[in-house]
């Protein structure tokens, strides 16, 4: 029998920077994520396809990306995409959701998600880590950690049994944990600040954003300094059961 194996749920169209220099979306993941010995493999869900329902089974575990749709939309894949998440928490199967993932997992457990009230927050935030949570202890996590955002939607609400672990000055739920087998992150600790500038600029043609917030928060991301190993160390131990 061969490794374990990991299934990357791609609900992002893959930008031409970062295709040219990461393989897509799935490659950064698999940077940050993969060990020797296991197989990742990705799924487009966004173009609607999913893991057949044999081949689940054959997993370890699940990544949820970001994504340009909202998590609180009823497009088919969307739901199509809660079904499997609800299916994949009753196999306690482990699932990391990231940014729009984030959001769609508190949504699959019943949480509300919606705009967020303070706007878009992009850049590199601090986020504040639970002192009472576990899984920051048994890995002597610090008691923040900085991490690149790049979101105007966010979890409102989660059901008592989630539990917030992180939160920040704009986002009052920027991680969660369900179990020991669901994990959702606000934040992107697989970009770069690279592919952050480059995304501020796609977000800026498409009219998302106006020049004057794009050119200041450019300038606060040359400053700051994401804590990429230590969401590496968190996300892995996570993912993998290593906690």
């Given at each position: 029998m061969g490794g374990k194996r990991f299934g990357v749920l791609l609900c992002a169209e893959?930008?031409?920077y970062v295709k040219?220099?990461?393989?897509?979306y799935f490659g950064v993941f698999v940077e940050m994520l993969a060990e020797e010995g296991e197989t990742w493999d990705v799924y487009r869900v966004a173009a609607g396809e999913l893991p057949p329902d044999d081949m689940i089974g054959l997993y370890d575990g699940f990544v949820i990306t970001g994504s340009c749709s909202d998590a609180y939309g009823n497009d088919?894949?969307?739901?199509?995409l809660l079904?499997?998440?609800?299916?994949?928490n009753s196999m306690k199967k482990q699932v990391l959701g990231i940014c729009f993932g984030h959001q769609i997992l508190g949504r699959a457990l019943g949480g509300k998600i919606g705009r967020a009230t303070s706007g878009w927050d992009i850049g590199v935030t601090q986020v504040q880590l639970s002192s009472s949570s576990e899984l920051?202890?048994?890995?002597?996590?610090?008691a923040s950690l900085s991490v690149i955002e790049c979101h105007r939607d966010e979890v409102w609400e989660l059901p008592p049994q989630v539990e917030v672990v992180a939160w920040s000055e704009k986002t009052r739920i920027e991680m969660f944990k369900y179990g020991d087998h669901i994990m959702g992150i606000q934040g992107h600790p697989e970009?770069?600040?690279?592919?952050?500038?480059?995304?501020?600029?796609?977000l800026l043609q498409r009219n998302y954003i106006v020049e004057?917030?794009?050119d200041e928060v450019k300038s606060k991301v040359e400053k700051g300094e994401p804590d990429r190993e230590a969401w590496k160390k968190l996300c892995t131990s996570?993912?993998?059961?290593?906690l």
């Open positions: 893959d930008s031409d040219k220099k990461y393989g897509g088919i894949w969307i739901c199509k079904s499997l998440l609800q299916n994949l920051f202890s048994s890995l002597q996590m610090p970009y770069t600040k690279d592919i952050l500038l480059h995304l501020i600029d796609r004057s917030y794009a996570f993912l993998k059961r290593k």
